[in-house]
């Protein structure tokens, strides 16, 4: 296949979110995100539908893009696009892969060799697992507001000034019910990404 970067690439910009959608994104060491993390700690896998919507001067419209994910505490992971262009990310073990069959793109990644995503990666299996708290303890400022009758709403601002000069804000949208049901990414250049997941299932089986 060749290596042509083209709209795929669009879809690297969702990985940083997955930490986040995944089980137990919403850890911390006050006393009502150690809440929310307790209410959900029984998850050990979640798959839903989502939308994301990117909004960029790079585009004239914003764009959509819509799919599914699955993530596990056994270390899988999936975001699979599936329109308008067909594009998947992957994890299993020590190797990551991005394919656009539409495109005829596919690239793999060591994970152990590429430090950015690499460090992504750590940072799923870290929050999905026991560390949850402690992850997201360590690289952002939380802020919580809301109740369980109407939803919460979490600000996670990166303690990392490095980080913080790319993005600087992210949101997240917490139910009683579902968990995670919608990611808000504003970027410092002006750009944001929004998703919302819908069908959430907890526990399903893997792909």
Known sequence: MKTQPHRCALGRRALPLLFLAALGAAGGNSTKLGEIYARFEHVKSVSAGF???????????????????????????LWDVRE?????????????????????????????????????????????????????????????????????KLTLVPKSEAVKKIIPKIILTVTAKDF????????????????????????PPPP
Not at 51 to 56: A, F, G, H, M, Q
Not at 181 to 201: H, K, L, M, R
């Open 51 to 77: 939308t994301e919507t990117i909004t960029s001067k790079a585009f004239k419209t914003p764009q959509v893009q819509k799919g599914v994910f699955y993530s596990s505490r056994d270390g899988s992971l």
């Open 84 to 152: 308008p262009v067909k594009s998947t990310f992957t994890v299993k073990g020590s190797t990551a892969k991005v394919t656009c069959p539409d495109l005829d793109y596919e690239k793999t990644y060591d994970l152990n060799a590429d430090a950015g995503l690499g460090e992504v990666v750590r940072n799923i299996f870290a929050v999905v697992g026991a560390s949850g708290p402690q992850a997201l303890k360590k690289g952002y400022e939380i802020g919580v507001e809301g109740s369980w009758k109407k939803g919460w």
């Open 180 to 203: 995670i049901t919608a990611i808000e990414i504003v970027e410092a250049n002006g750009d944001a990404a929004s998703i919302a997941f819908t069908g959430i299932v907890f526990n």
